[in-house]
């Protein structure tokens, strides 16, 4: 199976993308989804996760209050809608699925973590 996301694309500071995440198998199964982000040189660094119910959520400190990640059942398909965008969050964003079964959310936020990656999308955020 492949994750296949989109929505990026670039805006001004303040500006709102929503990514969104779906796998290219509709009756793709997952214990959490969850958003990444990289730029050059640097480290994948966790940004949100989301269990497959739509609940419970996991934002990170970087960018809560934010962003916010949701799940459309129907779909099976996974947004992170991103509000009030600055420049240090232009990144090249990764969504994965995770099949592993932890007890909080809070411990899907490492990349070994996660089983499936998908392509990235940009976000690129200009001043």
């Known amino acids: 199976v492949q994750l296949q996301a989109s929505g990026g694309g670039s805006v001004q500071t303040g500006g709102s993308l929503r990514l969104s995440c779906a796998p290219s198998?509709?009756?793709?199964?997952?214990?959490?989804m969850g958003w990444f982000r990289q730029t050059p040189g640097k480290e994948r660094d966790f940004v949100a996760v989301i269990n497959w119910r739509g609940s419970p959520r996991y934002i990170a400190n970087s960018v809560k209050g934010r962003f916010t990640i949701s799940r459309d059942n129907a779909k099976n398909t996974v947004y992170l809608q991103m509000n009030s965008l600055k420049p240090e969050d232009t990144a090249v964003y990764y969504c994965?699925?995770?099949?592993?079964?932890?007890?909080?959310?809070?411990?899907?936020?490492?990349?070994?973590?996660?089983?499936?990656w998908g392509q990235g999308t940009q976000v690129t955020v200009s001043s």
């Open positions: 994965a699925a995770s099949n592993r079964d932890y007890n909080a959310i809070y411990d899907y936020t490492r990349i070994g973590d996660y089983d499936y």
């Open positions: 198998e509709r009756t793709f199964t997952y214990n959490a």
